[in-house]
C-alpha cells in the first residue's frame, strides 16, 4: 500500500526530473522574499499586471499541450484496440471455415499472433527475424516484419482460394480484418514518426521559464515570506505537466506512462488461442475433427494457460 500511494500521488520520476529546477526557484524566491523583507521597492508591485498576462498565456498554452499529447496516447490506444478486435474477428471467421484443414488454420492463427507481437517491437526498438518462432524456416531479413506477415496472411488466403477450400465470399468475410492490420499499423507508425515541433515545445518552456521568474516579483509585496513555498508549488505543477505530456506523447515505449503494449499482446494471444483450439508452444495439440454437414461446430475447451490468465 504505501509503494502505491508513493507511485500514485506522489510521482517520484516527476520529483527526480524537477529537484534542479525546484531548487533554483528555491533560491530565486527566497532572495527576492528577503530583499523585499529588508529593502521594499514600490517597483516590485508593477509587476503584477505582467504576471496576469503571463499566468493567462501560460494556462492556454499548457491546456494546449496536454491536450495534445493525451490525443495522440489516446490514439494508440484505440487502434490497439481495434488490433485486438480485428484479430479476434479474423479468428473467429478463420475457424468456422468448414473446408479448411484444422493444420492451416493454425497456422494462420501463428500469424495474427505473430503480427500483433511484430507490431509491438516494431514500434519500439525494432524487431528482428530471428526474435519470432514464425521465421523459423524462413531464410530473408524482411526491413519491414510487420508488413511481410501480412503479405504472408495474404498469400495464405489466396492460396486457400487456389485450392478450393474458400470460396470469394469467404475472402470478401476475411478481407476486412486482414486489410485493417496494416491500417492500423499505418496509424501506429504515423504517431511513432511524428513528433510535436521542437519550435512549439521550445516556446511553451520559455513562457513556463519566463512567467516562473516573474512570479516571486509579482507575489511578494502581497504574500511576503510566503512566496517561497507559492513559486515551489507553482513551479512543480507547471513544469510537471509539461513533462508529464512529454512522456505521454510517445505512446508505445516501455515507460510507466505509456500504453501496456505487452499486456494487450497476451491478451490477444490467449484469444485467438482460445478460439482457434490450439497451444502456443510446440507440440502443437491436433485439431478438432471436421463436422459432417449440417452439424454445429464443436465450442472450444479452454486450455490451460488461457484459464489461468482469465482467473488471474
Known sequence: MPDRFVTLYLQPNIVRRLWRAMLLMLIWSTAVAVEEYFWPHEVVGQANSLLALLGAMVGILLVFRNNTAYDRWWEGRKLWGQLSNDSRNLAIKVRVLANVPADEKREMGRLIIGFDRALKEHLRDGVRRKELSLYGNVRIEPSHIPNHIAAMLRERMARWRQEGWIDGFDELLLDPHARALMDICGGCERIRRTPISRSYLAFIRQVIFLYLFCLPVGV?????????????????????????????????????????????????????????????????????????????????????????????
Not at 505537466?241 to 505509456?258: H, K, N, Q, T
Not at 494487450?264 to 502443437?284: F, H, R, S, Y
Request: net charge negative; with cysteine; hydrophobic share 40%.
Open 220 to 312: 511578494v509585496e502581497s504574500m511576503g515570506m510566503l512566496t517561497i513555498p507559492l513559486s515551489l508549488i507553482l513551479t512543480y505543477f507547471m513544469m510537471g505537466v509539461e513533462l508529464v505530456a512529454e512522456d505521454v506523447e510517445e505512446p508505445f515505449g516501455r515507460g510507466e506512462d505509456d500504453l501496456v503494449l505487452d499486456e494487450l499482446c497476451k491478451g490477444i494471444d490467449n484469444m485467438v488461442t482460445e478460439i482457434l483450439q490450439w497451444e502456443l508452444d510446440p507440440p502443437l495439440r491436433p485439431g478438432p475433427a471436421r463436422p459432417h454437414r449440417g452439424e454445429a461446430l464443436p465450442l472450444p475447451e479452454l486450455s490451460s494457460r488461457a484459464g489461468k490468465s482469465a482467473q488471474g
